[in-house]
Each structure stands twice: as C-alpha cells, then as structure tokens.
C-alpha cells in the first residue's frame, strides 16, 4: 500500500475513526491493531519477523528489568548507600549481566537483519575471494531471501531501545501490546523516521483525546508531503531511472543533469514521505521526531548529515560513533599512537570511529560495495575538511572574505550540494562501483550540448521540465520562509479565508500537475478513431 | 459541551462541499467536451436530455448509432426513441447502460446489437471504455460497469472523479474546454451520429473460418443477465444484427443466439443482414469505414425498414397527435433534416 | 574548573563559557568536538567516562561539564 494512494487513504480514515471512538485507554490498541494490519497486507506472511522482533525485544527488555530488581536484592540500598566499594561492585555486576542480555538481544535482531539483507552480498564476496585464490566459486548462498518491509527500520529502532535499557535512559515498558506498537507503528514502517522510545512513547501510549488542531496539522503535512512526492519526485523518477540506466548513451551534461535531479527527487521523495509519516501520526495526536532540516542549506557536509535522514544520523552517532570512539580501547590505542606522533595520536579514536559509522551507514543502504564506498567518501570528506578547517579560517583571513557573508554562504552551500550529488553517483549507479566511475567521468570529460527531444526521449517532456522546476522553486522559497518559522506556522497566522484558498489551491495544483494515472503511462487517447 | 461538536460538523461539511466543488471544477474542465470532433462521445450523456418519456432505446457499438436515426423515426412513425450506443460498447457495458437507462427513462422495448458477442474478457480499449462510461451519471451502476470494463492499469477511482485521468491534458486544453465547461451543446441526434463518408469500391472480404464459434464467458454470461433482467422488468428485448458487408459473421452465431432467446418469453432475434436486399441497401453507396457503418443514406433506408419493423412487431405507439410529444420531437426533426441535407450535399 | 574552560578554549576559542548554556542544543559543539573533549577530560583528571554519559544535559554548559568531572571522580 503505497503512502500515495486512495487505499492508504481510506485505511488511514478507518484509522482514525476507530481511534478516536474507542475509550482513551485502549486508544493504542487501535494503532497496534492496524500497525499488524498495514504490515500484514504489504507482507503477509513475512509478518512473523517483525512479530519475532518485537517479541525477542520485549523478553530482553523483561530480563533487563529483572536483573535491575535482583541487583537491589543483592545489594539493599542501606550497604550501597554507606559503601562506596560496595556500590561500585552492585553497579559492576548489574552491568555485566545487563550487557549480557543485551548482546544476545542484539546477535538476534541484527542476525536476523544480516541474514536476511547482507547474506547474499557476503556469500557473493566469498566466493569471489575462492575464484581468485582457489580457482572455484561453489558456495550457493541461502538463494533469494525475501526482505521484509521496513526491517532496516525497525530492526534500528527496537535495538536503540534495548540499548538505551542498557544505559538507564529509560525505563522498560512492561506493556507488551504496547511495546510491539513500538515497533511497528504503521506510519514510519515503510520509511522511518528511526523514533526513540523516549521521543515517541508518550504520545504513542498515551490515548489522545481528539483535538481539531492535530487532525488540521496532520492534513497540512500529508498534503505537503503528497505534493512534494506527486509534482517533483514521481515527475523526476523516470528520467533520473532512464537516463542513469542509458549512461553510455548520452553525454556528461545529461549525467551531470541526471545527478543534480536525483538530489532533488530523493529529498523531495523523502522528505515528502516523511511529512506524510509525521502528519498521518498527527492525526492520532502521536508526534514523530522531524527528520530533515532543509539540508541542501548545509554548509559543510557534516552539517548536511545533521540535516538529512536526522534519527538515522543521531542513531549511528549515539550508539555507535561514540561508544566506539570513546571506548577504552581506541582510547589506549590512541595513547600508544601519541608516543610516536601527537598529532595522529589525538585523532586515533576519532577518525578510526568516523570510518567505522560511515562504512556501516553506506551498508545500511544497500548490500553492495558501491555503498560501502559510497560511505567511506562521506566519512573521509568529514575527516578532511575538520583537518582543513585551520586552511580555510587562514585562507579566510587573507583574503578578508568574512564567515557570514552572502557570498562565502553561498558558495559553501552550493559546494556541499554539489559534493553530496557527486556522491549520489555511488547510489545511482546500479551496475556497481564500475559504473559509477564511468559516469564521473563522462561528467568531467565528455560535456555536450542538450537537446529537447532527446530529454523528452529520457522521460523529460518540456512541459516535465517546466513544472519540475517551477516545483523546485516552490518548494526552495518555502524553504526559505522556513528559516525562521516553519511554515505550518505561517500559514496558522493567515486569516481562514486565506488558509482556505491556498488549501484548495494546492489540492487544485496537485490534483492538475501532479505525476499519476494513465495519462502519463498510456497513450493519449483522445485523438483515437474508431 | 455541545458548540464544539457542532462548529466540527459545520467546518467538516464546508471542507466536504469545497472539496466536491473543487472535484467538479476541475473534472468539467478536463473532461474531453466531444464537441468539435468525435461527437459520439456524447451519445451515452444526452439520454437524459430525452424531454419525453421513451418509447424504445437501443444499444449497441458504433454500427448502431450511425445506423439508427430516432429523429427519422419519429417522422415516420411517431414512436419516441434514442440510440443509447457507443464505439466498441462490449456486451457487459450494454448491460449496465440498459440498467441505468431503465432507471431514469423506463422504455417500451429495449434492442441490443450483438455484434459484440464476439470479444470477450481480452477486449479492452481505454478510449471507449471513457467514452461510454464517462457519460452516465454517478451510480452504483456506473462504478460496476467501471468495474467491468477496467484494465489494471485503469483505477476505478478515476470514474468516479474523471480528473484523475484527464488531468495530464492540461497543456491540450483549449478554448472548447472553457467554453462548454459549463453546458455542452447537443451534438448528437438523439444518440444518431451522421456518417457523411462512402466506400464507392466494392472489395471482396475474405472469410476467415473459425475453428471455434463459441461466444466468450463473459460477453455470454452477460447477455444471460441482461436477458433476464428484461424478463424480470418486463421489457420486450429484440437481439439484432445491424447490417454491414464486412464477413465476419457467422450462421453459427445466428443459431447460437436463436437458440438463447428462445429460452425466454420476451426476447427475439433478428439478423438484418439478410434483409439488406428488402431494405436496398446499395453496397456501394450507403456504407462507410471499410464497409462496417451504414453513412446518412444507409441509415435512412434502415431506419425506415427497422422503425417499421419494431412499430408492427411490438406496437409502438403514435404520439404525432400529442402536443407534448410533438412540440419536442418536431423540433428534433427540423434540425436532423437540416443538418443532415447539408452533409448530404457535401458527400455527393 | 579554570583548566577545564582551558580545555574548552582549545577546543572552540571563541566562546564564552562563563555564560554559554547550549553547548549541545545550539549545535555549537559537535561530535568530533565531544569526542576530542571526552578523549581530553579522561587524560587530564584520569576517569572514565561511558557512552552512558554522553548525554546533551551533561554537556550544555561549562558548569555541567565541570559537574560530571567531579561526579566521575568521586566514583
């Protein structure tokens, strides 16, 4: 069931009907009845491992809880209270057994995600290993494994929720209906965001009483995110998908075309996705952590990382950049580096932690090198321009540009979009890391002219063009009234009529120029004789 | 408590009717009009600007409605009828449209062409299904007969609110768009299209055997119901063949459909193929499109033969005398004679 | 608390620790800069600090950090 579509629609509304009649207490139930129902018609069968997921977490969750009981029973809070050592050694023990359970929960959720995701992608690479050095490739593999919806997503959430057990951010839900609505509440399945328990339970719980200003921002939202995905992101798709696959084809200006397109698709597919996600969850009164700020105003890439697909940035940051890079290891090691050199010393953890998340996130993406390497760029990019940053502060000065200038603005942002869609090559390039190069490098070296007739050949009509730009400069003007206010805010503060002409506007404009139907998959028929 | 509950219901409903003005703005606008070039997509929408109540109507695919002209009939024989049939109308669709038309025009006797017995499930043509659905009013018919006629990639959404399919015309608009956004002019004549073109060379079609002469499931299954459905309303049914000199006709398909009107009381088959002679159908002046649509003149002559035929067989009244009938259909006439002596002028 | 707003000072020079209260909300320091912080913090005052603590609160201001300094050492 597509975000997009009458079915989810009429799901949605079923939804909230439900909801909202049923009595306060057993609002989430509503949720975790049709989250089960969303995940069953998508996967059907395939549900069970997002069943097993939430299952394995809540038993883990439960044991946690138990140890955390036991550990105030083995050592009475009086003795901890009066011995230091005493409560050094209860919060060692606790520790221990919690890691414990926590390892196990984690070996299972992320087995599961490995074997079903990145097995083929290993046994692909292990066999090429036997090829060169032995000379066979016998290994068959699991064969094709189905992927269940949403398992990237929900596998991060519901192990950050272990985690965070771990480390006492937050208590264990001792509900397990409650707890599995966690897990697979219908609205970010598809796309995330990657909620934290302590962001999303109270609202998600809790029965929302019906208030007229969630369900009129949830429809604000959806009718955002639904134009973004309609008038930009569909309208693109085709031409990015063609032009990328035809890259032999056609000339450097079109890949270069190409490349800058899908930046723009892919915001304007995700972000408008995730508007739909926050919004359909608004209409429960359930609030979901936002997870795009205007990236393409980022000025560096660290900052787009922390500007894009947010809740997946800040996951790899909390569990697993820092924990890696302040770990006792990396910093002995870094400790042992410093007694040759200094400088590399300091940056030991760092750096080694850096490329560790960044490889990991590109795998997150996909089970392919080309994602991997896709990846380490983003991760040395960041390592070399913090070492450039002194460079840059000196080139600054000498040249008396100032920080905050238009121009230095300018040019910076413009310079990180253009890194990030240069780096999107890896994404686009379905064939592999070979073809990725060829395009980089009919982008540098073979420019040429552009013709309208081949665009529209590529699945770019004039007039595609036309509304995709005039979309894209929509939405770059929002963007810009939503540096200080977002622009749900402003359009609180117009008068009713105002708000009811620009709503009806947009679903005019939606409904005129957005990318569906048969009109753009069939031949025009009027003309047609009989 | 109870203001808020009735401001919600208030804000709902004005957010329900803006959307429904939204929706009908939009699809008046976008709908192809059907006025300026292919008028018959016009045919199924101007049955219910039939002034009278009806006396028969007929259905059918294209050779119908440029073969039976009402207007002429009523001239002859003063019983009020309309051509309710479209390009490539397949037998399920014929059944709904029957259904929609006994709901809002009761007929006397209702005719079906059965020259679409031959396609079944696997027929399937985008243009035709809009141009005989997207003029029936919303019913629950309506979305069924959508339903029937749809391919996958069709969505049925798009019936129901036809600017979801027209809406990629928006840089094809023109000024007919705007101008009859609002009321289209009647472009039809009384559901009769005039073929104003001939096929003067008489050319030898080849006959191209069958193994097998079955009609398909579907198009048979829903001659069943439409069958019974005219036994259950209590309407007389004539199953025909309108005449045409292509050869793809079969007398197994003659016997096969005798033999299924037979099983009911009120219904009958006739193959005026064989009657083209009686008629004097001139093969090489009153045909069109390859031989398989009479044009104005073979439409006159069939006309008279078929209006005859269906006033004698099921006693169709004369209503020529009745001021409420005449005041309308004399009026009909005037612009049919008009117009169609200008076409005529120009096809000679 | 003088050698930890040295640290600090080497860490982003040109802010204002007396006063500064959103180290972490207003995105001044980001995660490199914890980490270098952390990887100093540990060296100079010998403690340990978890990924437990690594929490925006502990981190907002100068006194906080100070705060957890102290709290680390005692344990």
Same mark, same amino acid.
């Given at each position: 069931m597509s975000f997009v579509s009458f079915s989810f629609a009429l799901f949605v509304?079923?939804?909230? $009907?439900?909801?909202?009649?049923?009595?306060?207490?057993?609002?989430?139930?509503?949720?975790? *009845?049709?989250?089960?129902?969303f995940?069953? $018609?998508a996967?059907?069968?395939?549900?069970?491992?997002?069943?097993?997921?939430?299952?394995?977490?809540?038993?883990?969750?439960?044991?946690?809880?138990?140890?955390?009981?036991?550990?105030?029973?083995?050592?009475?809070?009086?003795?901890?209270?009066?011995?230091?050592?005493?409560?050094?050694?209860?919060?060692?023990?606790?520790?221990?057994?919690?890691?414990?359970?926590?390892? *196990?929960? $984690? $070996?299972?959720?992320?087995?599961?995600?490995?074997?079903?995701?990145?097995?083929?992608?290993?046994?692909?690479?292990?066999?090429?290993?036997?090829?060169?050095?032995?000379?066979?490739?016998?290994?068959?593999?699991?064969? &094709?494994?189905?992927l269940?919806l949403g398992i990237s997503f929900y596998?991060f959430q519901?192990?950050?929720?272990?985690?965070?057990?771990?480390?006492?951010?937050?208590?264990?839900?001792?509900?397990?209906?409650?707890?599995?609505?966690?897990?697979?509440f219908f609205p970010q399945i598809i796309q995330g965001p990657i909620s934290?328990?302590?962001?999303?339970?109270?609202?998600?719980?809790?029965?929302?009483?019906?208030?007229?200003?969630?369900i009129r921002k949830g429809l604000y939202y959806i009718l955002f995110g639904v134009a973004k995905k309609l008038i930009i992101a569909d309208r693109l798709s085709l031409f990015v998908q063609r032009s990328s696959a035809f890259y032999?084809?056609v000339?450097g200006t079109y890949l270069l075309l190409t490349i800058l397109f899908y930046s723009l698709q892919l915001y304007a597919d995700f972000s408008g996705g995730i508007n739909i996600t926050i919004g359909t969850a608004r209409l429960?009164?359930v609030e979901v952590t936002e997870n795009f700020a205007r990236p393409f105003f980022s000025k560096s890439v660290a900052e787009y990382w922390r500007r894009w697909h947010i809740t997946l940035g800040t996951w790899f940051?909390?569990? *697993?950049?820092?924990?890696?890079?302040?770990?006792?290891?990396?910093?002995?090691?870094?400790?042992?580096?410093?007694?040759?050199?200094?400088?590399?010393?300091?940056?030991?953890?760092?750096?080694?932690?850096?490329?560790?998340?960044?490889?990991?996130t590109g795998?997150w993406h996909g089970?392919e090198?080309r994602y991997?390497?896709w990846g380490?760029l983003n991760?040395?990019i960041?390592?070399?321009?913090?070492?450039?940053?002194?460079?840059?502060?000196?080139?600054?000065?000498?040249?008396?540009?100032? &920080?905050?200038?238009?121009?230095?603005k300018a040019f910076s942002i413009i310079r990180t979009f253009l890194i990030m869609s240069f780096l999107r090559i890896f994404d686009l390039s379905f064939?592999? *890391?070979?073809m990725a190069?060829?395009i980089l490098?009919?982008i540098?070296?073979?420019?040429?002219?552009i013709?309208m007739?081949r665009l529209e050949e590529l699945g770019l009509s004039q007039n595609d063009l036309i509304i995709s730009l005039a979309g894209i400069a929509l939405l770059f003007v929002i963007s810009m009234l939503q540096r200080k206010k977002s622009i749900y805010e402003r359009l609180m503060?117009l008068?009713?009529?105002?708000r009811?002409v620009i709503c009806t506007l947009s679903v005019a404009l939606i409904l005129v120029f957005g990318y569906y139907g048969l009109g753009y998959s069939g031949?025009?028929?009027?003309?047609?004789?009989? | 408590? +109870?203001?808020?509950?009735?401001?919600?219901?208030?804000?709902?409903?004005?957010?329900?009717?803006?959307a429904?003005?939204l929706?009908?703005?939009l699809?008046?606008?976008f709908?192809?009009?059907?006025?300026?070039?292919?008028?018959?997509?016009?045919?199924?929408?101007?049955?219910?600007?039939?002034?009278?109540?009806?006396?028969?109507?007929?259905?059918?695919?294209? /050779?119908?409605?440029?073969?039976?002209?009402?207007?002429?009939?009523?001239?002859?024989?003063?019983?009020?009828?309309?051509?309710?049939?479209?390009?490539?109308? /397949?037998?399920?669709?014929?059944?709904?449209?029957?259904?929609? /038309?006994? %709901?809002?025009?009761?007929?006397?006797?209702?005719? @079906?062409?059965?020259?679409?017995?031959?396609?079944?499930?696997?027929?399937?043509?985008?243009?035709?299904?809009? +141009?005989?659905?997207?003029?029936?009013?919303?019913?629950?018919? +309506?979305?069924?007969?959508?339903?029937?006629?749809?391919?996958?990639e069709?969505s049925?959404y798009s019936? #129901?609110f036809?600017i979801l399919r027209f809406h990629s015309r928006w840089n094809?608009?023109?000024?007919?768009?705007? +101008?009859?956004?609002?009321?289209?002019?009647?472009?039809?004549?009384?559901?009769?299209?005039?073929?104003?073109?001939?096929?003067?060379?008489?050319?030898?079609?080849?006959?191209?055997?069958?193994?097998?002469?079955?009609?398909?499931?579907?198009?048979?299954?829903?001659?069943?119901?439409?069958?019974?459905?005219?036994?259950?309303?209590?309407?007389? @049914? @004539?199953?025909?063949? /309108?005449?045409?000199?292509?050869?793809?006709?079969?007398?197994?398909?003659?016997?096969?459909?005798?033999?299924? #009107?037979?099983?009911?009381?009120?219904?009958?088959?006739?193959?005026?193929?064989?009657?083209?002679?009686?008629?004097?159908?001139?093969?090489?002046?009153?045909?069109?499109?390859?031989?398989? %649509?009479?044009?104005?003149?073979?439409?006159?002559?069939?006309?008279?033969?078929?209006?005859?035929?269906?006033?004698?067989?099921?006693?169709?009244?004369? %209503?020529?005398?009745?001021?409420?009938?005449?005041?309308?259909?004399?009026?009909?006439?005037?612009?049919?004679?008009?117009?169609?002596?200008?076409?005529?002028?120009? @096809?000679? | 608390?003088?050698?930890?707003?040295?640290?600090?000072?080497?860490?982003?020079?040109?802010?204002?620790?007396?006063?500064?209260?959103?180290?972490?909300?207003?995105?001044?320091?980001?995660?490199?800069?914890?980490?270098?912080?952390?990887?100093?913090?540990?060296?100079?005052?010998?403690?340990?600090?978890?990924?437990?603590?690594?929490?925006?609160?502990?981190?907002?201001?100068?006194?906080?950090?100070?705060?957890?300094?102290?709290?680390?050492?005692?344990?």
């Amino acid at each position: 069931m597509s975000f997009v579509s009458f079915s989810f629609a009429l799901f949605v509304a079923a939804a909230v $009907l439900f909801y909202y009649l049923i009595p306060v207490r057993y609002r989430y139930l509503v949720l975790l *009845i049709f989250s089960l129902l969303f995940y069953y $018609l998508a996967c059907g069968k395939y549900i069970i491992y997002i069943l097993l997921a939430s299952l394995v977490t809540y038993i883990s969750s439960m044991l946690m809880e138990k140890e955390k009981q036991k550990v105030q029973v083995l050592f009475p809070a009086e003795e901890t209270a009066a011995d230091r050592n005493k409560k050094k050694e209860a919060k060692e023990w606790l520790k221990k057994r919690l890691k414990r359970i926590m390892i *196990i929960d $984690l $070996l299972l959720v992320f087995g599961t995600l490995s074997v079903l995701k990145y097995s083929e992608f290993v046994f692909a690479n292990i066999n090429l290993f036997r090829l060169l050095f032995f000379g066979d490739r016998k290994l068959r593999g699991l064969g &094709d494994l189905v992927l269940p919806l949403g398992i990237s997503f929900y596998t991060f959430q519901a192990a950050g929720y272990i985690i965070d057990l771990y480390y006492k951010r937050i208590d264990a839900e001792k509900n397990p209906f409650k707890l599995m609505l966690f897990v697979t509440f219908f609205p970010q399945i598809i796309q995330g965001p990657i909620s934290r328990f302590k962001d999303l339970s109270p609202t998600l719980f809790a029965g929302n009483r019906f208030e007229r200003e969630n369900i009129r921002k949830g429809l604000y939202y959806i009718l955002f995110g639904v134009a973004k995905k309609l008038i930009i992101a569909d309208r693109l798709s085709l031409f990015v998908q063609r032009s990328s696959a035809f890259y032999k084809d056609v000339n450097g200006t079109y890949l270069l075309l190409t490349i800058l397109f899908y930046s723009l698709q892919l915001y304007a597919d995700f972000s408008g996705g995730i508007n739909i996600t926050i919004g359909t969850a608004r209409l429960f009164g359930v609030e979901v952590t936002e997870n795009f700020a205007r990236p393409f105003f980022s000025k560096s890439v660290a900052e787009y990382w922390r500007r894009w697909h947010i809740t997946l940035g800040t996951w790899f940051r909390d569990y *697993i950049f820092y924990p890696i890079s302040i770990s006792k290891n990396l910093m002995n090691l870094g400790k042992k580096v410093s007694r040759v050199s200094s400088f590399f010393g300091k940056r030991t953890s760092l750096y080694t932690a850096t490329i560790v998340v960044w490889a990991l996130t590109g795998l997150w993406h996909g089970a392919e090198w080309r994602y991997v390497v896709w990846g380490l760029l983003n991760g040395i990019i960041m390592c070399v321009s913090a070492e450039l940053e002194p460079l840059y502060a000196w080139l600054n000065r000498k040249a008396g540009w100032k &920080d905050d200038s238009f121009l230095h603005k300018a040019f910076s942002i413009i310079r990180t979009f253009l890194i990030m869609s240069f780096l999107r090559i890896f994404d686009l390039s379905f064939e592999g *890391i070979r073809m990725a190069l060829s395009i980089l490098k009919r982008i540098l070296l073979r420019q040429g002219g552009i013709t309208m007739s081949r665009l529209e050949e590529l699945g770019l009509s004039q007039n595609d063009l036309i509304i995709s730009l005039a979309g894209i400069a929509l939405l770059f003007v929002i963007s810009m009234l939503q540096r200080k206010k977002s622009i749900y805010e402003r359009l609180m503060g117009l008068s009713l009529p105002c708000r009811w002409v620009i709503c009806t506007l947009s679903v005019a404009l939606i409904l005129v120029f957005g990318y569906y139907g048969l009109g753009y998959s069939g031949a025009d028929f009027i003309y047609m004789q009989f | 408590m +109870k203001r808020p509950i009735y401001g919600l219901i208030i804000k709902s409903l004005c957010v329900l009717i803006t959307a429904w003005l939204l929706f009908t703005v939009l699809d008046r606008i976008f709908m192809p009009k059907y006025v300026e070039e292919n008028t018959d997509g016009n045919v199924t929408a101007e049955f219910y600007r039939a002034d009278t109540p009806l006396d028969a109507v007929f259905f059918g695919s294209s /050779t119908v409605y440029n073969a039976i002209a009402p207007d002429k009939m009523w001239n002859e024989f003063g019983f009020s009828s309309y051509t309710r049939a479209s390009a490539s109308q /397949t037998i399920w669709q014929s059944y709904y449209l029957i259904r929609d /038309t006994v %709901h809002y025009n009761r007929p006397k006797l209702v005719t @079906l062409d059965v020259s679409f017995m031959k396609y079944g499930e696997d027929f399937y043509e985008e243009a035709s299904n809009r +141009k005989t659905i997207d003029g029936m009013k919303l019913s629950f018919d +309506k979305l069924m007969c959508a339903r029937d006629s749809m391919w996958e990639e069709e969505s049925l959404y798009s019936y #129901a609110f036809p600017i979801l399919r027209f809406h990629s015309r928006w840089n094809e608009l023109r000024a007919e768009d705007f +101008k009859y956004a609002l009321r289209r002019p009647t472009v039809t004549y009384d559901g009769f299209i005039m073929g104003f073109r001939n096929d003067p060379d008489i050319e030898n079609y080849e006959v191209v055997e069958k193994e097998d002469y079955s009609f398909p499931p579907k198009a048979a299954e829903y001659l069943v119901r439409i069958m019974e459905y005219c036994e259950e309303e209590d309407i007389p @049914l @004539l199953l025909m063949k /309108t005449p045409t000199y292509i050869n793809n006709w079969f007398p197994e398909y003659d016997r096969q459909l005798e033999e299924m #009107a037979g099983k009911y009381r009120n219904v009958e088959y006739v193959n005026f193929d064989y009657c083209a002679d009686i008629i004097g159908l001139d093969r090489r002046a009153d045909y069109m499109d390859g031989h398989s %649509h009479l044009n104005i003149c073979g439409a006159e002559k069939f006309s008279g033969f078929f209006g005859k035929y269906i006033k004698d067989r099921y006693g169709l009244p004369d %209503h020529r005398q009745d001021d409420t009938y005449s005041s309308v259909w004399n009026e009909r006439y005037t612009r049919y004679c008009i117009d169609g002596e200008i076409g005529k002028a120009a @096809l000679k | 608390m003088d050698e930890l707003i040295d640290i600090l000072k080497g860490i982003h020079p040109e802010v204002d620790y007396e006063t500064e209260e959103a180290l972490i909300d207003s995105r001044i320091f980001d995660s490199f800069d914890i980490v270098t912080l952390v990887g100093q913090l540990t060296e100079e005052y010998d403690i340990e600090i978890g990924p437990e603590d690594l929490l925006p609160e502990n981190f907002n201001s100068a006194k906080s950090i100070y705060e957890l300094v102290c709290r680390l050492m005692e344990e």
